[in-house]
């Protein structure tokens, strides 16, 4: 009796997975793609699971497959989308092309990258027009101050040990990003650059902002793992929801001290606009229709901040490491950003402006060069609302489409010099009116990046800054050879630069 339970127990295991294999892990016949794996999909065939990057992962796959195929992130299922054709129809239909349920949601589900709908549209209204380009110039002086704390730093490690080959870049790089948006957003000095000089205070608040983005990258490399899991993950670890804890101690006190000072002053950093949209009450907002709802609860305006951190820090960081990077493999396009300062008359005393960045169009190019060469992530993606068809494939509402920025950015269809170069001169010449959608810098249609006119702003002025006073070299074949290291951006696997004062 017992022999014959275990064996229909057994059976019965066999046809449900047996049934799910077949209904939910089998590849759609009118298009190509690695057969799926149960449970797993793809990420074991194609080296996912073993550290191999996002990035060569679809390139491997759109060599093979060609421009459209499956692909399979464990038990999701994406229809992968390689021509610019195909990116302009799903970002220029937004109501078709909505956002998918996305690893965002497992740390931020109220923020601004995971919410849809009239939610959406709420806070949007509140949080897009504090990252316009009118408003965010107003932190030109922060980012100044911030870069220069970080090239004095420099200064002072090259006079104790000269010729010092520094294999710290890409920390030194969130350092002066976290300082920036610290005092962007909260009007706070973390004094992260200055790393052993920090207040209790200071040390405590970048030790929780690093366990959250470490948390995040877990979840990131984690891909494909039901988002179930991942919260539960969450939920139970007690070193991050103690990181958690300390981060809502401190957005609630910077909140009292905001409502405090907004009695008498007008709002002008990012915390004082948004505590200035909070609800004036909660509950009553609570019982309202969503399309009738105003401003933002605490616990929205919180992950919104948790939005504005991860990404604010993270991303521009990635883009500053992979800048420095290029720098020191291409001296030629360094000597030409240090030629075009000349011409506009800046020199390293010479305190930058507006107007003086809007005359570097060189550095403009490089800016997008870098954007298109190591893109800071790897893809976008959509879940349809309803039925569709792309380039002859039918798509039925609910299924999930990727587009792989990295492949487009290095089709040859679209650019007239070659895409795999480094050349930021093609922006100025051959490339210059290339097609609008084979470079997505920031993605694309209504869900790309709120921040991206701050992240511009802060790039161009760092760049700008350092180029005025430092000079980067290789520091050789075996510690700066770069590669992809996947983690919550797309960061270099190997650098190591000499860093010299001009």
């Not at 294999?21 to 074991?44: A, E, I, Q, W």
């Not at 092309?97 to 939610?119: E, H, M, R």
């Not at 207040?199 to 490399?221: M, P, Q, R, W």
């Not at 993950?233 to 009292?256: P, R, S, V």
Request: with cysteine.
């Amino acid at each position: 009796m017992l022999l014959t339970t275990i064996i229909l127990l057994l059976l019965l295991i066999f046809t449900i997975c047996f049934y799910f294999k077949r209904k939910y892990f089998t590849l759609s016949r009118s298009v190509p793609g690695l057969s799926p794996h149960f449970l797993l999909g793809n990420l074991l065939q194609t080296g996912c699971l073993t550290g191999e990057s996002y990035i060569n992962i679809q390139a491997n796959l759109k060599k093979k497959y060609g421009d459209i195929y499956q692909y399979w992130l464990g038990p999701y299922r994406y229809y992968v989308f390689n021509k610019a054709e195909h990116a302009q129809h799903v970002f220029n239909n937004k109501h078709i092309y909505d956002l998918p349920n996305l690893t965002f949601g497992t740390q931020f589900p109220l923020g601004l990258v995971s919410i849809k709908g009239a939610t959406y549209r709420r806070h949007a209204r509140i949080i897009l027009p504090m990252f316009k380009k009118a408003n965010v110039v107003q932190h030109l002086d922060i980012i100044i101050d911030c870069t220069d704390k970080l090239i004095h730093l420099w200064k002072n490690q090259n006079e104790q040990q000269e010729n010092k080959l520094n294999t710290n870049i890409i920390q030194q790089s969130k350092n002066l990003l976290l300082d920036i948006i610290s005092l962007v957003a909260f009007h706070y000095d973390l004094e992260a650059i200055e790393g052993n000089n920090q207040h209790y205070d200071s040390k405590e608040l970048i030790n929780a902002i690093n366990i959250f983005t470490d948390a995040y990258d877990t979840l990131v490399k984690s891909v494909g793992i039901p988002i179930i899991i991942m919260k539960l993950y969450l939920k139970f670890n007690k070193k991050y929801q103690h990181a958690l804890k300390i981060l809502k101690q401190y957005t609630d006190l910077i909140i009292e001290q905001e409502l405090q000072r907004q009695q008498h002053d007008k709002p002008k950093n990012v915390i004082a606009l948004l505590v200035s949209s909070l609800q004036n009450n909660e509950i009553r907002e609570r019982k309202e229709p969503e399309e009738e709802k105003q401003g933002l609860s605490r616990a929205e305006l919180f992950d919104e901040l948790l939005v504005l951190i991860l990404a604010g820090f993270a991303t521009t960081s990635t883009a500053l490491s992979w800048f420095i990077y290029f720098m020191s493999k291409h001296p030629r396009v360094q000597d030409l950003i240090k030629k075009e300062l000349r011409e506009n008359n800046i020199t390293c005393d010479t305190y930058i402006t507006i107007q003086l960045l809007d005359r570097l169009t060189y550095v403009d190019c490089v800016l997008k060069e870098l954007f298109r060469y190591a893109p800071i992530v790897n893809s976008a993606r959509r879940s349809l609302t309803q039925d569709d068809v792309i380039d002859g494939v039918q798509l039925k509402k609910g299924d999930s489409v990727l587009i792989p920025l990295y492949n487009l950015h290095m089709d040859k269809r679209y650019w007239k010099l070659n895409p795999q170069e480094f050349i930021p001169e093609r922006f100025n010449g051959e490339d210059k009116n290339h097609h609008p959608f084979a470079l997505l810098t920031f993605g694309g249609g209504h869900r790309q990046c709120a921040g991206q006119d701050l992240a511009r702003l802060e790039l161009k002025v760092i760049i700008t800054r350092l180029m005025q006073n430092v000079t980067f070299t290789d520091g050789g074949p075996d510690t700066n050879s770069g590669g992809q290291r996947q983690s919550l951006t797309n960061t270099p696997k190997h650098l190591a630069v000499y860093v010299h004062i001009d």
